[in-house]
């Protein structure tokens, strides 16, 4: 599972959740309803932090090329 955590524009930290990494992809690749401006709090992988900072609209392009071994059971 994928959990993202994100502040929205009032300043509350926000969670959406993915089953798997292909439907976080699927989620990041078209429209987001996210907007593209949002800081990322974290992003973890299976309950491990991944190494990512910025924002919501830079998601997509780094975590496809994260190499997502590391983080396998």
Known sequence: ???LIYLDSYKVQRTLTYQDFDEF???FSGCVTVPDD??????SYKGQALPFE?????LYRQMTKLD???YRD
């Open 54 to 58: 910025g924002k919501i609209g830079d």
């Open 68 to 70: 997502l071994d590391t």
């Open 38 to 43: 949002r800081p990322v709090i974290s992003i």
């Open 1 to 3: 599972m994928i959990e």
């Open 25 to 27: 992809l699927l989620a």
